[in-house]
């Protein structure tokens, strides 16, 4: 790998900007070349965008591959152009941001009982769920449920009886996030969607993030299973494409202005968001490795180098975003893995998985300010293509 790696400096000493020397590693940040390339050459996702920086801004913003599926001629990534479907990224660069919003504004308490947003919630032991439990996915919800065979979505995710007394276990649930979408609704009084563009999008300048992209977009999305403009995921599309578990779309390139506002404690170029306190407050952890609405890190997608300060979360299409505090860093990968159809079945998920946990030790590693012989060295999980050509599993939508 060394010698590709010192070729793919000089090959690109004209044309790429370096990275700012001063508090980066170039050569180890050109590592992502090397290991995004090798998942799209095996056939691991199609394309990706990765998008790396600090609160003061982005200093790695690159696109790999094609916006198509297999075989399919589209034009190449560019990462701030080419728009993913974020999946359950939704979950948190919307949903949980909204709830964060209304909490700061004293609008949302998170120990009171959902029902006190929704009325209908009051029945049985659905009366004692709070918002807390529905941030830490311990409301006693399922994962999920298929909402798409049903004729009103939005009264059966209301309906959804408890499978487990609310707080006493962990189970990751969809229907949890769109009841915490639901809730954000009924206190502000407006939808999910209106909000979050409103309050978040539109005062950060994220131009190209939006539920429900429009047919002028279509040129730009990298394509997943969905017919071309749908969202991915069925439950949300079934929820009119607007969901607290899913339906968002974005680029690398706004993803970045979003992590570089929660690097800055809620605040971007003058424009606050939040408090500093309430973006504290909802990414360190609360129950087990749960946060707020975020995840931490406990290995795996965010590496082995961030520790459980880091927060992130993870979407099924293939997207992730990490945000170190503690050494000033986001990583954010966008892959569209789940695109395929019965001639081209999904890939195997290892790939992504390798190469996302890959994209984050690289990031961290080059960007710790520490001198030579303390930078950690990397195993790259990507060169050892475990499980990478076996059977695609399947995985829940």
Aim: glycine letters at 10%; proline letters at 5%.
């Amino acid at each position: 790998m060394i010698a590709w790696l010192a070729f793919l400096l000089a090959a690109r000493a004209d044309t790429t900007p370096a990275p700012d020397s001063a508090t980066l590693d170039a050569e180890r940040l050109f590592t992502i070349d090397y290991v995004i390339e090798r998942g799209v050459t095996a056939g691991g996702f199609p394309g990706a965008s990765v998008a790396i920086g600090r609160r003061d801004g982005t200093v790695w913003l690159r696109g790999y591959g094609a916006r198509g599926c297999a075989d399919q001629a589209h034009s190449a990534v560019d990462p701030s152009k080419t728009v993913y479907d974020l999946a359950s990224l939704t979950k948190v660069i919307a949903t949980t941001t909204a709830v964060m919003i209304l909490y700061d504004q004293g609008r949302i308490r998170l120990d009171a009982p959902v029902a006190r947003y929704l009325p209908k919630w009051t029945i049985g032991k659905r009366a004692h769920v709070t918002v807390r439990d529905l941030l830490t996915h311990r409301s006693g919800l399922p994962a999920g449920r298929e909402l798409w065979r049903v004729p009103n979505p939005r009264r059966a995710v209301l309906k959804t009886p408890l499978e487990y007394t609310p707080g006493d276990h962990y189970l990751y649930s969809d229907l949890g996030a769109d009841v915490l979408g639901f809730v954000v609704e009924a206190v502000a009084h407006e939808k999910l969607d209106a909000f979050v563009s409103e309050h978040v999008f539109q005062k950060l300048g994220m131009k190209a993030t939006r539920f429900r992209p429009p047919r002028s977009w279509h040129s730009r999305l990298a394509l997943t299973e969905a017919p071309l403009g749908r969202v991915h995921d069925r439950n949300a599309a079934a929820l009119g494409g607007v969901a607290g578990h899913a339906g968002l779309f974005s680029t690398a390139s706004d993803l970045s202005i979003f992590a570089r506002m929660m690097l800055n404690g809620g605040r971007l170029d003058g424009v606050r968001i939040v408090h500093e306190s309430t973006v504290a407050l909802f990414t360190r952890r609360a129950a087990g490795h749960r946060a707020l609405g975020w995840d931490t890190c406990g290995g795996a997608s965010c590496g082995q180098i961030m520790d459980e300060t880091a927060y992130g979360h993870t979407g099924y299409t293939g997207t992730s975003i990490w945000i170190d505090p503690a050494h000033d860093l986001f990583v954010i990968l966008l892959t569209n893995w789940a695109c395929g159809d019965d001639t081209h079945p999904l890939p195997p998920w290892a790939a992504l998985a390798d190469v996302r946990a890959d994209v984050a030790d690289i990031a961290e590693a080059a960007t710790l300010d520490l001198g030579p012989l303390a930078r950690p060295s990397i195993t790259l999980r990507s060169e050892g293509e475990r499980g990478w050509h076996t059977s695609s599993v399947s995985l829940p939508r």
